[in-house]
């Protein structure tokens, strides 16, 4: 892949930077999101041409980054760097030198997968290989009240998702577990506390032992490996780290201390696709577990996600729901469907989304030629 493209043609990057109302809005430890807004790339060239999403928001609550630093990096320095069209693992290596960025790298790193995908007809699942034909699919339950959230649960378990993970914070864990464990107790169940405990809170979190969890996720600080050690020693529930494994370094340190057992790999938060593959390695290599999380995407970030959670290496249930569940309409043409709590990933070439273009500028706010060029 990425072997050099010979000859003159017009290349050209552009981005569009979107908004999109969520179905119902979506509540974290960290706040309430009614809307997903971000930005498409697409790099057109040589009558190829390639999407993909950066999957920061508005503000850096999840990571530092957001919307203005990713197009800043991007803009300012990423774009330079893809004039000849290096391949993923090549363009990771020229940027290396920038500190972290990684969903700004995501989004080009991701942009040059489908690109060459598309460009050699091949779809981006057989590319990354060792497939197993789907991704199984669990889903994510934002906070509400009790009885909301006991509802929401049931149509999930109803539409045949195969694992179900509630939002938890301070204070509310052994309310909502209890709950849900009370009206389904044997639901694959799962908790994210998105960064929202400290070590002190050991105790409280050691409670949720009784529940049968899947796993606790990211329970304490976003770049916390040493304390999570420290908790995992005292629960006898698994570990998942979300946050704070940022590149495949990260997550062999992890193992190496005994900070988790289980890693939500997001493309986005890992550079993208060639450190996930990585990670969902050693995940394998060292006994553990893996799945693919979600960061509330468009179709388009979407059906890289679903690409990966196919994967044998991938063997826990992701965040991966049809588009369906987040958008009215989304801004490709052939959305996701799940059957039996799978997803088929798209035949390629490439992601094999279709975007939809008209619609896509009916939520744009502006577009941006970020870089074009004789290639
Ligand atoms: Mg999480």
Not at 201 to 218: A, F, M, P, V, W
Not at 352 to 363: A, I
Request: glycine share 10%; net charge negative; proline share 4%.
């Amino acid at each position: 892949m990425g072997e050099a493209i010979h000859g003159t043609m017009r290349a050209e990057l552009t981005c569009h930077r979107f908004r999109l109302t969520l179905l119902n809005p979506f509540t974290t430890s960290f706040g309430t999101q009614t809307e997903r807004t971000g930005y498409i790339f697409r790099l057109s060239a040589g009558g190829v041409t390639a999407y993909s999403e950066c999957v920061t928001s508005e503000e850096p609550f999840y990571s530092y980054e957001d919307n203005y630093t990713a197009l800043h990096i991007i803009t300012d320095y990423l774009s330079s760097m893809i004039t000849d069209f290096p391949d993923p693992a090549a363009f990771l290596e020229r940027c290396s030198m920038i500190k972290g960025h990684n969903m700004a790298k995501a989004a080009i790193e991701m942009l040059l997968w489908d690109f060459h995908c598309r460009r050699e007809g091949v779809s981006l699942s057989s590319r990354l290989g060792r497939g197993r034909g789907y991704a199984n699919v669990g889903v994510s339950i934002g906070m509400e009240d009790i009885p909301a959230m006991i509802s929401k649960v049931s149509s999930a378990v109803d539409a045949g998702y195969r694992r179900i993970k509630v939002k938890i914070k301070r204070g509310m864990e052994q309310s909502i577990v209890a709950a849900v464990r009370d009206s389904f107790p044997e639901v694959p169940l799962s908790v994210d506390a998105n960064t929202d405990y400290r070590l002190k809170d050991s105790e409280t979190l050691g409670k949720l032992d009784r529940y049968n969890l899947e796993y606790i996720e990211q329970p304490l600080g976003h770049d916390d490996l040493l304390d999570h050690a420290k908790l995992a020693a005292q629960l006898s529930t698994p570990i998942c780290l979300d946050e704070s494994i940022t590149d495949s370094s990260r997550a062999e340190q992890a193992f190496d201390i005994g900070a988790c057992t289980v890693i939500n790999i997001k493309p986005g938060r890992v550079a993208g696709l060639t450190e996930s593959v990585l990670i969902a390695r050693i995940c394998r290599e060292r006994g553990g577990h893996c799945w693919v999380g979600g960061m509330l995407e468009t179709g388009i970030g979407r059906a890289f996600n679903i690409s990966l959670a196919g994967m044998e290496d991938v063997d826990y249930p992701g965040d991966t729901s049809p588009n369906g569940r987040y958008f009215a309409r989304d801004v490709v043409t052939n959305p996701f469907t799940m059957d039996s709590g799978r997803i088929v990933p798209n035949a390629g070439p490439g992601t094999g989304t279709v975007v939809d273009e008209d619609f896509l500028s009916s939520v744009t706010g502006q577009k941006l030629t970020i870089r074009d060029w004789d290639a």
